[in-house]
């Protein structure tokens, strides 16, 4: 069982454990043991960027000695998109890609994201490898000779890479005429995301594009989408765009303010590459906690749904297995395999841009393919985690659950992955039956977790 790595990468509060200088060292030394021998070329390369927390200073010199001390050139790319710096890992023949972001956590937390050489998100064996190194005694003394000591190297055109990578996603098509509101959560895509739009011809109204080392996902961003929703109607928009700190997921919303979230961003997507015979499969893959309006519209045009755990990494794995090439989580993770090795916020914002262009609709009609179920999700703290076959109350109130909704709605109770906390969403067609099942499931989860 993994104890530094959770279900994206290792995250904590930033100078307490494990999200120290003393630990980053570490996890610098273990990655290039373990994935140092990937790449192309005759030296080991890492490609090393950040989000725009202050704490990534201090955690990118850290993860650079100990990459250096262990033979590995460090190519640091600065702040930069998650998939941005997993692009550049496979374009630029890296042995392994390292993002330093806690994505859309406060500015007091961060995290280390490790890619493959193919920019892929690491599997749980890899992880657990070099968990294994990262705590064993011996890695202090593990060195490499003086003269194959790495260099590191600041790459100054790592954002022009991305940015031509990004634009030609759409193959460069023209926005001209539409008019955007983007707000950058005051991360990583704030000195590049508006270039992207601005050179494809689009009116940008930025938000939140100033960013201080504290002030990412501050009352900003894709967790705060009334931002935009305000902007939006301020400024007779067209749309507005929500960034998370990374910038690996996206959230909409349209000309009238109304939220669009990433059920939705993937239904319309789904059904514009099924008329143009792009949709890989006839199927796209999403998590347990996509509505189930969702699903209902993706049957009735005949396309077939995949369900994965929750988590991108799961849809990823999914996609990879099967050759799907759509995919993503209600949050605004999407992935286009087609493109993209991991979520994009960018890559996914310019899909529904060009779908808005081509099909010359604005992005309410575009969007209202699904009637949405109502659904109530509440998180709270626990006193203990104890597996759910274990228990006896709360499995027995979800059995109830499950009889009174049948095919018309559904629960998902599951623990937090790196919280001592306990999920429980309710949905079904009538607000009622939510309402009245979500207080007995929370009821008895807090009688029997005290």
Not at 106 to 124: E, M, Q, S, V
Not at 175 to 181: A, E, F, H, M, T
Not at 272 to 285: G, Q, S
Request: hydrophobic share 40%.
């Amino acid at each position: 069982m993994k104890k530094l790595f959770g279900t994206d990468g290792i995250r904590g509060r930033a100078n307490s454990y494990p999200i120290t200088p003393e630990l980053a060292l570490q996890v610098g030394k273990a990655t290039a043991m373990v994935l140092g021998a990937g790449g192309s070329g005759d030296r080991r390369r890492v490609v090393l960027g950040k989000d725009t927390r202050i704490s990534g200073y201090m955690l990118e010199n850290a993860l650079t000695a100990g990459m250096l001390s262990m033979g590995m050139d460090v190519l640091a790319v600065g702040p930069m998109p998650t998939p941005a710096v997993a692009h550049l890992t496979k374009s630029m023949g890296a042995s392994c890609g390292i993002m330093i972001t806690a994505s859309h956590n406060p500015a007091c937390d961060n995290g280390i994201k490790i890619f493959a050489a193919d920019g892929f998100k690491l599997p749980d064996e890899v992880e657990l490898e070099i968990e294994k190194h990262i705590l064993s005694p011996d890695l202090a003394e593990e060195h490499v000779a003086c003269e194959r000591i790495g260099k590191a190297y600041r790459i100054d055109d790592a954002r022009g890479r991305y940015i031509e990578f990004a634009k030609s996603s759409i193959r460069n098509l023209s926005l001209r005429g539409l008019k955007i509101v983007l707000d950058c959560a005051n991360g990583a895509a704030s000195s590049i995301a508006p270039l992207i739009f601005r050179e494809l011809g689009a009116e940008v109204i930025e938000a939140a594009v100033h960013p201080d080392g504290l002030n990412i996902n501050a009352g900003c961003g894709a967790t705060h989408p009334e931002n935009i929703s305000r902007l939006v109607r301020e400024h007779g928009a067209d749309c507005g765009i929500a960034l998370d700190g990374d910038a690996d997921r996206v959230i909409f919303c349209d000309a009238d303010g109304v939220e669009v979230n990433g059920d939705r961003i993937i239904g319309m997507i789904a059904l514009d590459f099924k008329r143009r015979h792009l949709l890989a499969e006839n199927t796209v893959v999403v998590t347990g906690m996509s509505n189930l309006g969702l699903h209902r519209a993706m049957k009735a045009n005949g396309i077939h749904v995949e369900v994965t755990d929750v988590g991108d990494r799961y849809v990823i794995e999914r996609m990879r297995e099967h050759g799907f090439n759509v995919g993503g989580e209600q949050s605004g993770h999407i992935i286009f395999m087609d493109y993209a090795t991991t979520g994009d916020g960018i890559i996914s914002a310019l899909h529904v841009l060009q779908l808005m262009v081509r099909a010359n609709k604005p992005l309410n009609e575009l969007a209202s393919f699904m009637t949405v179920f109502p659904q109530e999700l509440r998180s709270f703290g626990i006193g203990r985690k104890v597996p759910l076959d274990q228990l006896s109350l709360l499995p027995r109130t979800m059995r109830e659950c499950a009889a009174a909704l049948g095919d018309s709605g559904r629960t998902i109770v599951r623990y937090s992955g790196t919280e001592n906390k306990i999920r429980i969403l309710v949905e079904a067609e009538r607000s009622e039956h939510v309402s009245e099942w979500i207080e007995k499931l929370c009821a008895a989860a807090r009688e029997e977790l005290k």
